[in-house]
Nanobody, 119 residues
Framework: QVPLVESGGGLVQAGGSLRLSCVASGRTFGTYGMGWFRQAPGKERAIVAGIPWSGGSTYYADSVKGRFTISRDNTKNTVYLQMNSLKPEDTAVYYC????????????WGQGTQVTVSS
């Protein structure tokens, strides 16, 4: 298990921006990359964006394409999620986690960070 620490959430008005950070102290064998997931009240947790360890193409859910950007800084063991043009429907708890080749996350989750977008 790799400890994950998410931060950067908050309350923002629609149209605003936030940048989330995830510090991961290592990499689990067999995983394909690191991703951001979110869970809104009453909904299942789902992947939002992913970035492969290999440096290949990033993944974005259709709902965030063109608005969110995932990146990483290997020197800091940190993965970021830049979120622009936020919408009320982006309101959720955001988590980072490692995932496999079919975007399935590991079973180990951090505490997440709350993002609330007001209209």
């Amino acid at each position: 298990q790799v400890p994950l620490v998410e931060s950067g959430g908050g309350l923002v008005q629609a149209g605003g921006s936030l940048r989330l950070s995830c510090v991961a102290s290592g990499r689990t064998f067999g995983t394909y990359g690191m991703g951001w997931f979110r869970q809104a009240p009453g909904k299942e947790r789902a992947i939002v964006a992913g970035i492969p360890w290999s440096g290949g193409s990033t993944y974005y859910a259709d709902s965030v394409k063109g608005r969110f950007t995932i990146s990483r800084d290997n020197t800091k063991n940190t993965v970021y999620l830049q979120m622009n043009s936020l919408k009320p429907e982006d309101t959720a708890v955001y988590y980072c986690n490692q995932y496999d080749s079919v975007l399935i996350p590991t079973s180990f989750w951090g505490q997440g960070t709350q993002v609330t977008v007001s209209s």
